[in-house]
């Protein structure tokens, strides 16, 4: 069966400093990798989503970037972190083998939670 | 554009007590429907999903939904809540390719005893 693994758990990081996280997917290969951020009692916003290796698409212009170096590896990163880049982050992946009609499933990991002091 | 509603912020029940969570869609098309829960620091947890065919889906839990196109919701049922519910449910709508999925911004369920 498939599994998401994301860590650290929990992040506790000064503004300015930079970030990783980061994320894996076991047991299916070429998924569709997702990196949400939950803000607190708020829905989640889309940041990023890759379709392959090196592909990367971001959907709003922020201070983070990420990256897909292995088909089941995906990282969310930033140079210099925000007071405003506090939140819960969520990595999501999708079997795009599975869709149907073009949609997928999409599959969370555990989270981790930044705070930026 | 799709766009999800979940028209209550937050909601209370009794245990043992029936459970109905409302989701509205705005999407052109058919759309996909998707039901998550997520407890206090952890992620989303699938709870079920409507592609296509019959409009009622049973999920893990006992939960199921319904949905329905005239109405343009896919609102979340259980017969009896357990304490073990309280949590955030999530509705998503999703398109074409996969990589729009919206979600709404959610409904923390308080059960009390």
């Known amino acids: 069966s498939q599994t998401i693994h994301q860590w650290p758990a929990t992040l506790v990081q000064p503004v300015g400093s930079p970030l990783s996280l980061e994320c894996t997917v076991e047991?299916?290969?070429?998924?569709?990798l997702y990196w949400y951020r939950q803000a607190a009692g708020r829905g989640l916003q889309l940041l990023f989503y890759?379709?392959?290796?090196?592909?990367i698409s971001s959907e709003v212009p922020q201070n983070l970037s990420a990256s897909r170096p292995q088909d089941r590896q995906f990282i969310l990163s930033s140079k210099k972190l925000l007071l405003s880049d506090s939140g819960f982050y969520l990595c999501?992946?999708?079997?795009?083998?599975?869709?149907?009609?073009?949609?997928?499933?999409?599959?969370f990991g555990p989270g981790t939670r930044l705070l930026v002091l | 554009a799709q766009s999800v509603t979940q028209p209550d912020i937050h909601i209370t029940v009794s245990e043992g007590a029936s459970l109905e969570l409302r989701c509205n869609y705005s999407y052109g098309a058919t759309p996909y429907l998707f039901w998550y829960v997520q407890s206090p620091g952890q992620g989303l947890q699938l709870l079920l999903k409507y592609f296509s065919g019959d409009t009622l889906v049973q999920g893990i839990k006992g939960f199921e939904a319904e949905f329905k196109r005239s109405q343009s919701s896919f609102n979340l049922r259980k017969p009896s809540v357990h304490w073990s519910d309280a949590a955030e449910y999530f509705c998503?709508?999703?398109?074409?390719?996969?990589?729009?999925?919206?979600f709404g911004a959610g409904t923390r369920l308080f059960v009390k005893a």
């Open positions: 999501a992946w999708g079997d795009s083998s599975q869709s149907v009609g073009g949609q997928e499933t999409q599959y």
């Open positions: 998503a709508v999703g398109g074409t390719g996969g990589f729009k999925t919206i």
């Open positions: 047991g299916t290969s070429n998924p569709n």
């Open positions: 890759s379709v392959g290796i090196g592909q």
